[in-house]
């Protein structure tokens, strides 16, 4: 299969799902991890220009760890909106991951980026498939199926479906720690740590399905529906 | 009563309320569909502008069938968006309709299309009314009562009221068959018959009421409330 | 795999989720029916001794359709309460299938028997595995996953997940003809066809996953959590 | 019509509906009140007994007032509770007031008797039309619509539909009054006007349809569905 | 403490949350008024640029009333929509005001403008705290609280908090009384009184906590969380 | 203040919500903890009498702890009932108590004698204050306010309210190790080792509020309220 995780920012597919994509990567299927904004504010000291290098850079480390391909649409941090040019942008990018199922942001996370980066995701679904909207990459043959992802603080979410990541946390704190920029940001603005943070998530959700770690997935009621939870690996 | 049925793509109305709208016409109320988008990507061999022409004149069919009258907004197909002048455009279409009733798409629908053509109607019934918000046609008098109508799939959709279209159900077919483009648009992506589909819904939103056809229907808590049910053939 | 499908009277376990049963059956997996009320009420001219008789019978011929076992708890239609009675002899009554799935009402639904039913199933989840919890039948060694099936009007429930019965259809329905004797209730107190109804929400079911016929269900958030979606046929 | 409106306590339903009560008489509908508990916890003073005896009167007082018959289960204040017998003493109940429409609490109403009473008279509307359940009063012909009705701080509350008590609130409060010893109650324990508290109510709900007073109703969305809004006055 | 009530139209922050921003002013915090739009469209009788005038005199006029800062942002009333200009706007006002709490309307509102307003002054919550994104005001130093207030009809919102007001309400009024063109403009819309509508809402919000008159609050789950309920007066 | 926490079973309110009571009794509150349930079925090698024995000593040592009351109600483990004995039981155990706050199980708990614990605790909370209900310990003069814990799983379950608990986590992990039979079960039916459980669940809830360890709370929509959330410590 392939598979398409859609974070806003780098390390949010790491922090969210990251132990599932390095289970899909392990079993041999084909991973693209897209990344909209360029996280060109996640500094205390950097500029913008800076930053922005130094997260492209992390996020390129961080998906070599499982063999993943890297798209990186860099929009603004914390500026991304839901318009006809985004919608585009991301129709086209989904199709060139082709993929058979996407990992989105929940639509009702907390943070905006977040939110709207998966109204946009999931409103794509359909469109990626249609012929005559035309973009560099043809049109995808069907439509992907889509699971939300949880968000680090597990707020407002119920997960419906488990991963059991106990066998690819290790990995998944390699691909964050490749984020070192935003350890650093995070400890500067929140005094948390990100790797401590994660696991303090992984290790709680594998209370439900009694597991050491795991991770959390949420479909939508959607139409037409075009697979199920059995896509989960 | 004037009735306005609106829609984001030629068809959408027929096969969401098409039952209800035949009962409004057939007892003399005047009934107006408004369909948002041109449907400009629905085919597998015609450009857009083709396809368009041809929904349009499938769209204008259909709403002969009951005597509709016909606004067409023209949004490109998958590309409605809510922002300042679509919300002008759709004030200015509501007033020329000038309704008692507005029969909408429901907020939660699955397909962004429906779900912002949703958003921008819903949005208008408070400015439709307001004076000095200037547009070719006048301000309406009175804020009209806004049903939101269930969808194909019926997803995550439980109707509150619903109307019995057993004796116009052949009259709703009817007006589908017009939009024979989208039949084999259909047929071409999912294998799907647009008129059986419809027939699927219908018979099943009949059971609740113990009625042979139904369709269902959904109010929003709003303020101010200028009617209720009642407002339902 | 040991299925075990809970309902409140006799034909709801066919009416919801007797195409997943026979799917289950002919796949091999060993199904059981357990029916909580006997169905005394439910005719217009036998006796309640008599009606109950004629419906255990109707019972066993739609379990033997599929190889079934059947359990028989015999309590009065209509009156099914949540006690330390009724739950004990559920968790023995469920010992007795030892299922590792089990498919119950859903806990919203609109009758009284099937809500009550329902949450007694699901509350025996846990008790059925602990030893000082003495029954006829011994402690089970794990939790059943647990399933809410659709009901007959799909009011007030969406599906998270489908199970194409199109191949089973006609087994359902031959189920369904084996309670020809609510057939004539139903007819008698609502004038509608208990097979017509079923093919009614089966159909419309097949519309999100593109099918002819489907059934729909949903799990509620449990701990701990012993399975997921795959135990669907 | 024959309207029954179903309360726990004396003065539940000249509260929460009784300007909707008084309309309907007031049209030549035919009014039952129903009061489950007979509200012998309701005094700083009296006995148990002394205040059931009081609380009858008033209770009939209050039905006169509009010339609604009176039903007096007479159970204990706070200790209503759903089982068998109490399913069968409402059952009977309502067969001998036989409604097209049954006004009840809310089903999430805050205080238990209100919550267990809702639960109860939900739960009858389908048995009551059962030849084989037998009770003093013969089986009703057909399942009664059944809507539920504000609490009196409008906790969790939304209206779906509005009625307008503004010509009725004089016999709403006359009703209310007839409960004198509530009124001695409740300053008693929270220093609140029975009457006034009322009025704070209904003019709230007023705002919503733009009126001076009015009550809030909801539906469950229920199988089979006998009727509609249009059953309010 | 300083507080930051941000109201989409003049006069909303006074009807839903003006005894509370009176109780923070009388024990000696800083209250600040953010207004969006410049409500050019609430007259019956004057041009947009002249109600707007008078609008910007009255806000003002009633931010006296407690000592509160005034924050114009001068959009058209109507036409609030939430992009990159309208969010780096918020950005910049917010952190003019570096407030402790802000109160926001709800983001389920009924009304078009309250919830895009809530929708962009919650999205602000964290990038007001970046120095990365450089406005006029410098970052601020920490994340604000955030409560949702409630609406003039109370519609579909629930309190979870309340502030008891009754010895505010007279302040209030006052305070609603500046704004006296929308007094004219709802008497000619709608009919309704505006002081009067005020008075309803906050007696009825008054029942709960069993005060003369109360405004409600919510709260959204968020992350990270920076306070709680005692952040109210 | 006095603080009573209820629990179905013992273990339930260490684990769930023990940061907070050793925090109320820490600064000097008078701290209560009400078990329902003996836990007589919580042993692989024990007889029923013998492990209620067992459990009793534990949670009395636990409670010890901190210089907790304990009530010890005493019913059978997993067939709590909600009846009028068990509401007159819990009605007079309360007002043993005479809390001015009660945390209890949330009313949507996975676990059926944790959600009927619940509900039984949370109907009292009108009743123990009526002096017309007669039980040993007389009626108290006001009502407590009722704040609903997490569970061990953290399902279905959004925190409106944290306490952080990082000073009493270590107190909390002892009264924990007091229901050493506890540990033994959950290892022999789960694996899980009862105080790793509760570390996972509190370091996740710590994270909302940027502390080390937190416990969540809830409040339900209630009327009357007398009081709110800065009554948590």
Not at 23 to 38: C, E, F, H, M, S
Not at 58 to 64: F, I, K, L, N, R
Not at 119 to 128: A, F, K, L, N, Q
Not at 130 to 152: R, S
Request: with cysteine; glycine share 8%.
């Amino acid at each position: 299969m392939r598979i398409l995780a859609i974070g806003a920012h780098p390390d949010d597919v790491e922090l969210c799902c990251g132990g599932t994509l390095a289970k899909y990567a392990g079993r041999g299927d084909q991973v693209t991890i897209l990344i909209a904004t360029n996280g060109n504010v996640g500094s205390p000291t950097l500029t913008m220009k800076e930053i922005a290098d130094v997260r492209y850079k992390e996020a390129q480390a961080s998906a070599d760890v499982i063999g993943a391909d890297l798209i990186w649409l860099n929009y603004d941090d914390e500026f991304l909106f839901h318009n006809r040019e985004s919608r585009m942008t991301f129709i086209n990018a989904i199709r060139k991951a082709n993929p058979d199922v996407m990992l989105v942001h929940s639509n009702n996370d907390y943070h905006p980026d977040h939110r709207i980066c998966s109204e946009i995701s999931i409103d794509c679904r359909i469109p990626v498939t249609v012929p005559l909207i035309v973009t560099e990459y043809p049109a995808m043959v069907k439509i992907p199926h889509v699971f939300m992802y949880d968000n680090v603080g597990g707020i407002d979410f119920q997960p419906e479906a488990y991963v059991d990541i106990t066998d690819t946390i290790q990995t998944k704190a390699k691909m964050l720690k490749c984020h070192a920029s935003q350890d650093i940001w995070l400890q500067h603005m929140y005094g948390s740590d990100i790797v401590a943070n994660m696991v303090r998530t992984s290790s709680f959700r594998g209370q439900g399905p009694g597991v050491k770690y795991a991770e959390g997935f949420r479909s939508l009621p959607m139409f037409p529906i075009p697979g199920g939870a059995h896509l989960l690996p």
